[in-house]
């Protein structure tokens, strides 16, 4: 067994001392550092900064680290959090119709890839019903119509705040989220888009490819924000196509890439190696 | 030495015994086929081929195998060309300040990883007037202003007329060509853009995707239409960034995908492995 | 309904007529011809060939269609094969522990992205069992030691023959199948090695890859011969990684690379796009 | 102008207070640490650590760093190097009649894309000295035979001494160099090796990956040790080919992934980007 970790996340303005004090406060309490990455964006005067220490000998108590923490915050003016790496984050997934993405994230939990807690499933539909409950999953069902929409995301808010949940995961999930829901998880939506945004935004992506004659196709994770498939970027990949590529093709050939870009963004999330920043995502590879 | 080939390149309407059609007619005058791949585009239910086949010993002279075939053009409705392999193309590159496409595409002449004669140099700028020379080039400056810009293009059409230009490459020229000049070579200048077409076309696109946070940026290589960045798509690459790249750092990694996806277009004309189909290509690779 | 077509695979001596012999044969007997492409190795003189037709209107009944070809096949020597786009391969898939790269093939097999029918599923091991069985595949259980592995062998070689089985896909499949198993199934067994062949062949290829410092990892899909890691390799694809991938970090991001990659060949062999000559692979892709 | 900075570059066992005390020797002379990256692999227990700090306030003078920071190196017992980024490293590019990768890095010294003196360049042959002489380089030729292939290293390390050169690029050159050659640059002598290490090292390696049939091709930057294409890799790349690719297209497709890993390489070299430990490079890219 790994001993417990503590992750610090944070940016501030850039000033001298800043690792400095941070490493002598992991220090000074007796704690390990096993990784720290810390990056100034010199056109901007932004310190960005990831680091990550044993919890194992770590004097203060965990419960108390951000209160011990916080005054050094102030100092720097941190915009910063405090993970724990022992802590298993709750997940919600929702899904329409769409199989795969979900499929493959349910297999990457059965094989322990990622670090979260078995999850819970929210649709708009009843399709994917059997699927998650073969799997011992609990699948909410909110049918959404343009009337009910509003009352129905209530209900769905209410119950991810009963079940803790600290992450959602949007799994091909066929509806635009309103404001009202996406602030109440800022920067904890994980969208995947089946393209390489910001080319081929909105719909039917794989068309607009078609009709382009791209020579290679992308998929896209990010945050949710208010804006359709605009958030901060988490993650990318592409994959080359021909001219022998038909619009079905493609849509083969981008379902391995949507299943690999969405798993690595929920993956990087659950690890805490994730700063978003404006309208962009440091990401502590 | 290779002996020479022919290379006929067509699409048409898709109908029965095309491919039958097309090597019967080659085999009866005593050709090899070397090379042939067809393909229909089903949902458009459009043929394309491409056909590759030895002269040493075709009974047809060159100079009469368009007259031969055309009869078979006619009847399958084709749009088709027919290219000889030992046909030397006669190649403008068009520059302005910057030198590293031009320096690439002269460092692959010198190198005979291109089939072209050497090139002859159009620039609005003298600053690559130097290097040119140093390679024995043809360098011919036409400054261009809002005010002489069309009359300064009738000079250069005139020019790469009299030179017999086959191919015109435009490697990173700085300038808009107006609708008149693109109608003159169609589906014969190449340009190169860089971006991951259709994200960050027109101006500075290395700021825009600093500034939208994206995970990969690329380049493209199009032919030039009368729209800006919207001509069919060549070829393609991308490269991955992460947060630590600055514009400065994008643009010094997009030289090489430039030059290499650049670099491509060109050869894949050259090698007449290219068929525009409206707004796409269909690239026999 | 996509109508059915047939599919010539083929190599022979380059030899002039073998385009236009065998297009005539398909156009006199009223087929369309949807794909077609060939391909000659100059430097050994061996012309590869993949021709598909629409079987619709073709005047030769399907189980007449090898007989009438023959002749033409026997005067240029072709090695051949003719295969119908509507007749659905039967597989096995040999499994031990591991259960990604199972898993992933039945997705795709639920997902009807491969053109087979319900896998048959042999095994070593029990682990899998019940997985498979939660998809309602037939699972047969062949413990195997070194005392009783020819006598498995034969037991599953008869099992195989009962069920019809076209093709065997090796899973992670911890065993190595011994040269009479192997003839069996000439080109029709299919396993994924997790490494970029001819690296790291044999055992434990991440940790040869960690200790060799190596800045890519990938893995190779391959027909089964007799030497181990050593057949025809049908596709390959690779990941990046860094100084700060651990053994275990290399596993995890293998497997999605191995996932990738044999389902890519399963796709392809059972789509009739291979031709495999010698220890090398023709793909038509 | 940017302002000068200090790198410091170290690996030692892990151990507590590490990160504090480098940071508060930094902090205390008022230095500003721009970038810090730390890495611990964990199965090793050794830390790796590239820290860069601004020198414009820094309070000891840069010839007085060393010295300083020379106690916490011993108490933490530190492989350790300090670099500074105004000085401009002094390289001897090895060639022999390849041009291509030679040229690719005088380009880029061109640019400016390179932080390093006008480089010596040292050969077997002479084929290159005009090219060499064009681009106002000196060029010093010491033909290599195996009766004089001792004594001629001897001169070329009298030579490089005298020239003071900090980094020796083999740009395609064709003779191995002695032990001693070898052991006078440690880790200062970069190679590139046109396959995917380990996979076929030794002479022609387009021909072995021809022979092996491999889907991908790869080139890889090292250091050069004693035994050959052994040493600490510091890049690869890839690109695929199909059985439509001859040795020759390998080649050419080759020689632009040849460049590009060895530019990779060379530049993150003279950025003191690379750790070397043991038979492994640490790339804090």
Known sequence: MESPTAILLLSCPDAKGIVA??????????????????HTAESESILFMRIE?????????????????????????????IHFSDYIPKVAIFVSKQIYCFYDLILRHQMVEFKMETPLVISNHL???????????????YPIT????????????????????????????????????????????INIHHSF??????????????????K??????????ETLDDGPIIAQDVIKIT???SV???KLKGKDLERIVLAEAVRLHLDNKILVCGSKTIVFD
Request: aromatic letters at 12%.
């Open 21 to 38: 004090s941070i490493s002598n406060f992991i220090f000074q309490h007796n704690g390990n550092i096993l990784h720290s990455a810390q």
């Open 53 to 81: 220490w044993d919890l194992d000998s770590f004097m203060i108590p965990r419960e108390e680290i951000r209160n011990a923490f916080s005054p050094l915050a102030k100092k720097f003016k941190m915009k910063w959090n």
């Open 127 to 141: 399709d994917l019903k059997p699927m998650a409950e073969q799997f011992g999953l609990t699948y909410l069902h």
């Open 146 to 189: 343009p009337d009910n929409k509003a009352q129905q995301e209530e209900k769905e808010i209410e119950r991810l705040k009963k079940y803790n949940i600290d992450l959602i995961v949007l799994a091909r999930y066929m509806q635009v989220l309103s404001p009202r829901f996406v602030n109440e998880y800022p920067n904890r939506i």
């Open 197 to 214: 945004l910001p080319a081929f935004a909105g719909g039917k992506p794989y068309d607009q490819a078609y009709q382009r004659g791209v």
């Open 216 to 225: 290679i196709i992308g998929a896209t994770s990010h945050y949710v924000t």
């Open 243 to 245: 001219h022998r590529d």
């Open 248 to 250: 079905e093709d493609m």
